[in-house]
């Protein structure tokens, strides 16, 4: 057998078990560092530069990287300014002095807080009286709060219809917040003209905590 034949023989052994085996540079990717590799590979009609590919694929990984680290960044500005707007509200609620005050609170700085268009409270029962809330049937709204939750983002369409009668077809998204008082609850309901202001995988831990103050707060009144 020539040298020529023998090396083509050798070189076909090597390229039969590489395809066989296709996870040896895997197993032993040090030996990458030792092989040559061509600066072009031409493939039917087109040419690879691989040098280009490399750097190519570095670059995009870069840039996948960096858009990843800003947006868990601005995730992590945006959850700082919710906890002092938290915050903000949930002094004033803490000082309000009369009950008046409080739902006064509710309805218009919740709005702000969550900078919604339009915001519409009710209450399950005829016991309180204010200008601006509504009642609203216990088992209606009880249907919006399965499981003991206290917040609704589900964006069930009816509920647009029933909380939002005044603006319907203004509302794009909603979310809706249960707070209990005695045997009852306050429902308010919380509308925005942007659809993709609510949806229902948001994080609601800062809200429940606001819900929290508010009942506390509220309790304080029966106390008096």
Not at 75 to 80: D, F, K
Not at 125 to 139: E, G, M, P, V
Not at 201 to 217: F, G, H, R, S
């Amino acid at each position: 057998m020539s040298k020529q034949n023998h090396r083509n023989s050798d070189e076909e052994i090597i390229i039969q078990y590489l395809k066989k085996n296709k996870n040896f540079f895997l197993n032993y990717p040090e030996l990458l560092n030792d092989l040559n590799f061509p600066s072009q590979i031409k493939s039917s009609s087109k040419i690879i530069d691989l040098n280009v590919y490399r750097s190519q694929k570095i670059k995009n990984e870069y840039e996948q990287l960096k858009n990843q680290m800003s947006k868990i960044l601005k995730a992590g500005n945006s959850h700082v300014n919710s906890q002092k707007r938290i915050l903000k509200t949930s002094l004033k609620v803490l000082n309000t002095k009369s009950l008046t005050k409080l739902i006064d609170v509710i309805i218009n700085d919740l709005g702000s807080l969550l900078a919604c268009d339009i915001v519409n409270c009710f209450f399950t029962s005829n016991k309180l009286t204010h200008n601006s809330l509504s009642q609203i049937d216990n088992k209606i709204a009880s249907s919006y709060f399965r499981n003991n939750s206290q917040v609704n983002l589900n964006q069930n369409p009816k509920g647009i219809l029933i909380f939002f009668p005044n603006k319907s077809k203004n509302i794009k998204s909603y979310i809706l917040l249960k707070i209990n008082y005695i045997l009852d609850s306050f429902i308010v309901a919380l509308g925005s003209k942007n659809s993709g202001k609510f949806s229902v995988d948001q994080q609601v831990d800062l809200i429940n905590y606001l819900i929290n103050i508010i009942e506390n707060k509220l309790k304080d009144f029966l106390i008096k």
